[in-house]
C-alpha cells in the first residue's frame, strides 16, 4: 500500500501525477486552493480508479494551508510513501520591475514550501526506512531566465545533495525538470507562447510516464525526453545571452 501526496493536483502536471498513480493503485491526498475544483478531482479519481483520496483544500504560501498539509505529512499513524512537490507558477518581469512582495512569494512557493514539506516528509520516511521526495523543477533550471530559473536551480542541486545523503537509508529525493508541458501554467502567468516552437511542447501524460520511471530508480535528477537533456545540456556549455534567447511575450490581452 502507497500513498502519495501531491501539491497542485488540480491541473497540468500535478493532475497527471494524480491520474498515473492513482492507476498504478496509490491512494491519494491531493492539495490545491481552489476546494470546489479539488473535491470533483478526488471524485472522479476514487470513482475511476477505485483508490482513496483525500483533499486537502490549501494555500500553501498562508501560514495555515501549509500548517495543514505539513500537519498531515508529520501524521505517523496514516504515513506518506510519496511526496510530489508540484504547486508553482511563473513570474513574468525583471527583479527591478516586480514588487519585493510578489518575488518572495514567487521564491517561497518554488523553494521555502517544498523545504518545509520535504524536511516533514524525510522525518517520517527516515523512521519507516522508506520513501520517495520529489521536486517539480525545470529545464529553466539550466538556462538564466530570470528568479524563475534561480528559484528552481535550487531544486536540482538541493536534490542532488539530498539524494546523496538520503538515498542509502532508503529515501530517495528526485528533482524532476520539465520543458513546456502544454498545461495552465502559461495562461496563469499571462504569456504568449506563439514563439514556441510545436517540437519543443511536451504532453503531461509523457512527461509524467518518463518523470516517473526515473523517480522508480532513484534518480536524483531527471530530465524527460533526450530533446530536452540535450538542450540541458547546451545550456551548460553555450554562453549564458544564448540560453536567454526566445523570451516569452507579452500578450496581446494583457
Ligand atoms: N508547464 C510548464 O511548461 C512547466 C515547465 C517546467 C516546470 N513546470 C513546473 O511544474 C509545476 C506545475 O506546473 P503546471 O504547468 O502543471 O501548472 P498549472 O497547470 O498552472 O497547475 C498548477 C497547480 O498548482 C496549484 N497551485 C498553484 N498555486 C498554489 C498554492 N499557492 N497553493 C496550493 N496549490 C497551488 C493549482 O491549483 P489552484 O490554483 O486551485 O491552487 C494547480 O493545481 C510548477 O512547479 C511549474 O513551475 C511547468
Known amino acids: ?15 497527471e501525477f494524480a491520474r498515473q498513480l492513482a492507476a498504478r493503485g496509490d491512494d491519494l491526498v491531493i492539495v490545491a486552493r481552489d476546494a470546489d475544483r479539488l473535491a470533483r478531482t478526488a471524485a472522479a479519481l476514487q470513482h475511476e480508479f477505485g483508490v482513496k483520496v483525500e483533499a486537502i483544500p490549501s494555500d500553501l504560501l498562508s501560514a495555515e494551508g501549509l500548517g495543514a498539509v505539513d500537519a498531515r505529512l508529520a501524521d505517523r499513524r496514516r504515513p506518506i510513501d510519496l511526496l510530489v512537490n508540484n504547486a508553482g507558477y511563473g513570474i513574468r518581469g525583471e527583479l527591478d520591475e516586480n514588487s519585493v512582495d510578489d518575488e518572495k512569494r514567487h521564491l517561497d ?12 516528509a524525510l522525518r517520517g520516511m527516515l523512521e519507516r526506512g522508506r520513501g520517495r521526495i520529489v521536486l517539480i523543477s525545470s529545464v529553466a533550471a539550466f538556462t538564466p531566465r530570470g528568479t524563475y530559473s534561480a528559484a528552481k536551480a535550487w531544486g536540482v542541486m538541493f536534490a542532488r545533495g539530498a539524494n546523496l545523503v538520503y538515498r542509502d537509508r532508503g529515501v530517495s529525493v528526485t528533482a524532476v525538470c520539465p520543458g513546456f508541458v502544454r498545461t495552465e501554467f502559461h495562461d496563469r502567468m499571462k504569456v504568449g507562447t506563439a514563439g ?15 518523470a516517473l520511471r526515473g523517480i522508480d530508480r532513484g534518480r536524483a535528477v531527471v530530465i524527460p525526453t533526450v530533446r530536452y537533456r540535450v538542450i540541458a545540456a ?18 496581446d490581452d494583457d
Not at 502507497?2 to 493532475?15: D, E, H, S, Y
Open 196 to 210: 514556441i516552437p510545436e517540437f519543443l511542447w511536451l504532453q503531461a501524460p509523457t512527461l509524467v510516464r518518463l
Open 234 to 251: 547546451l545550456a551548460r556549455v553555450l554562453p549564458d545571452r544564448l540560453g536567454t534567447a526566445g523570451r516569452f511575450s507579452s500578450r
Open 109 to 120: 512557493i518554488h523553494v521555502t514550501v517544498p523545504l518545509q514539506l520535504t524536511q516533514t
Open 1 to 15: 500500500m502507497t500513498t502519495a501526496l501531491i501539491t497542485g493536483a488540480t491541473a497540468g502536471i500535478g493532475a
